[in-house]
């Protein structure tokens, strides 16, 4: 069975943007949870199932390609979607995020009105939503 209240992780490291994110969806009756940089979303993970992943591409450290492999790889992560918010919108950079395993994409700046229209499409697309 389905949680009712879908639980979104969002890794970001920029506090802005995670307090933005966090209000907009949390307005939409998500459940959201914050991960700092890569080590941290590993760490919550290891105590969270989420529904879907929202990830920043750059991070310090660990950029959000390498982690979206490490989590592809975990048997308990492998069908949660991962959707990449991201500011890179160079041509090819969707593509690139799709083909390094992304299952979606959404840019930034953040589209108030969309994203939660966005991530409920994500999620219905798994059965979650």
């Known amino acids: ?22 209000r907009i969806l949390m307005a ?22 989420p529904d879907l992943i929202l990830m920043d591409i750059n991070m310090p450290e660990m950029d959000g390609y390498t982690l979206s492999g490490h989590l592809k790889e975990m048997p308990h992560l492998r069908r949660v979607p991962i959707i990449a918010l991201t500011a890179n919108v160079m041509r090819g950079d969707r593509e690139r995020i799709l083909g390094a395993g992304f299952d979606g994409y959404i840019q930034k700046p953040v589209d108030v009105d969309s994203l939660p229209e966005d991530i409920h499409r994500f999620l219905s697309e798994v059965g979650h939503g």
């Open 28 to 49: 939409e009756g998500f459940d959201i949870h914050e991960a700092s940089s890569a080590a941290h979303a590993l760490q919550v993970l290891k105590s969270l199932q």
């Open 1 to 22: 069975m389905t949680n009712p209240t879908p639980i979104i992780l969002y890794v970001e490291d920029n506090p802005e943007n995670r307090l933005l994110v966090r």
